[in-house]
């Protein structure tokens, strides 16, 4: 049956994947950005900091869901976001991240089949689903927030 199935790397391994990094840490990526700067929309930019952040957490929401045996909600990928919204998402997106990463560490959850193969398609475990839907899709867009902030001269050492 393991051929079957796509695993994600060993706990240890994926704490340190999904882990804050010194370069940056989701909260250091939110932090000390008004309202008006998370919803500023650059342009040729396509997205504002605060909707990528709402991107992030409906994305994080689901995988959670699917992680704890929920049928994930249906969200909206890309929602508008207010200045006076900022505050209230970065916080649950903190919040939806940390408890996302606490499964990182416990290999029974990790094992638990979320997807079971079809014909021609491997099968995926939570581990898979939290190094590739999550890992990776999490380095992409940290990556546009940071150049969004450095744009903004919001991101520490930006001249």
Do not use: C
């Amino acid at each position: 049956m393991h051929g079957d199935l796509l695993f994600g790397p060993p706990p240890d391994t994926l704490q340190r994947l999904l882990a804050p990094t010194e370069f940056a840490p989701l909260k250091r990526l939110l932090g000390g950005l008004s309202g008006e700067q998370a919803t500023a929309h650059l342009p040729g930019a396509p997205h504002s900091i605060a909707e990528i952040a709402a991107h992030l957490l409906g994305n994080l929401r689901f995988n959670l869901d699917l992680i704890e045996g929920r049928a994930p909600e249906t969200r909206a990928d890309w929602p508008g976001v207010s200045a006076a919204q900022w505050p209230e998402l970065a916080q649950a997106l903190l919040d939806v991240d940390e408890k996302l990463r606490g499964y990182a560490s416990r290999p029974e959850v990790l094992e638990r089949v979320i997807f079971p193969a079809t014909a021609g398609e491997p099968g995926w475990t939570a581990g898979y689903k939290l190094a590739v839907n999550v890992g990776l899709h999490n380095a992409y867009h940290f990556g546009q927030i940071v150049t969004l902030r450095q744009l903004l001269g919001a991101w520490p050492g930006t001249p």
